[in-house]
């Protein structure tokens, strides 16, 4: 029943480990987003994709790669990963193609977030 | 630049009003919103408000906007101990191609008995 769906939760890592960020939508959107907050709660976009196009690549190393295998998907993959990385990630989506089916203000739906730590 | 400011902290009493104030910087914002955040949970979005409008109110929600100021506002009437929580103004910007949410800096809202 899950709008918008993150996996892991949680995720406990190792300074230079690899680790991936899974973010999945059964809401028909076309557009899919993935934003950073960081340890004083300031929320951040970081990319942008819409029908599997990247869009939207803010100032983000490029230590992060996302990655979007179909319209309900979107992941987010993280090489070599530092201390500064340690935050929430947030995945969003909408719908922004025929107007019948738009939301009438734009509304992102956002995922309940994955929790990076890294040690 | 895209820094939208909030104040960071409010308590307020049960049964009080509360006001989060907010000053976003993009002056062609369509929409403006404001986002809940409760302890460990994602961002749910409370409201929004549509550029030309200068007042929207959502039952104990009421949201004011000052588009010369740039300055929006959310007042809760009534406030309950379940209101505790981070709320989050956000801009719909255009930015490197794409439609982007920008989030102020957060307003912890603390509600004591």
């Known amino acids: 029943d899950t709008a918008v769906s993150q996996t892991p939760k949680y995720l406990v890592t190792q300074m230079g480990n690899d680790k991936s960020i899974k973010c999945e939508q059964n809401?028909?959107?076309?557009?899919m987003y993935w934003y950073k907050q960081d340890s004083k709660k300031f929320l951040k976009i970081m990319f942008s994709y819409n029908n599997k196009e990247l869009i939207i690549n803010e100032t983000v190393p490029n230590r992060f790669s996302p990655k979007s295998p179909d319209k309900a998907h979107l992941n987010l993959h993280i090489n070599s990963l530092e201390l500064g990385d340690s935050a929430v990630y947030f995945c969003?989506?909408?719908?922004?193609?025929?107007?019948?089916?738009?939301?009438?203000?734009?509304?992102?739906?956002f995922g309940p977030g994955t929790r990076l730590t890294v040690l | 630049g895209e820094d939208v400011e909030q104040s960071l902290f409010l308590s307020v009493r049960e049964g009080d009003s509360s006001v989060i104030n907010c000053t976003y910087t993009?002056?062609?914002?369509?929409?403006l919103y404001w986002y809940k955040q409760e302890p460990g949970a994602g961002l749910q979005l409370l409201t929004y408000?549509?550029?030309n409008m200068d007042m929207k109110q959502d039952q104990r929600l009421t949201v004011l906007l000052n588009k010369k100021d740039k300055h929006l506002s959310l007042r809760i009437a009534d406030t309950q101990t379940g209101d505790s929580a981070i709320y989050f103004c956000?801009?719909?910007?255009w930015g490197g191609g794409g439609n982007k949410l920008t989030f102020g800096t957060g307003t912890q809202l603390k509600v004591e008995l």
């Open positions: 809401l028909g959107h076309d557009t």
């Open positions: 969003a989506s909408r719908y922004t193609g025929s107007p019948q089916r738009r939301s009438p203000y734009n509304e992102q739906f």
């Open positions: 993009d002056s062609s914002s369509t929409y």
């Open positions: 408000i549509f550029s």
């Open positions: 956000a801009e719909s910007t």
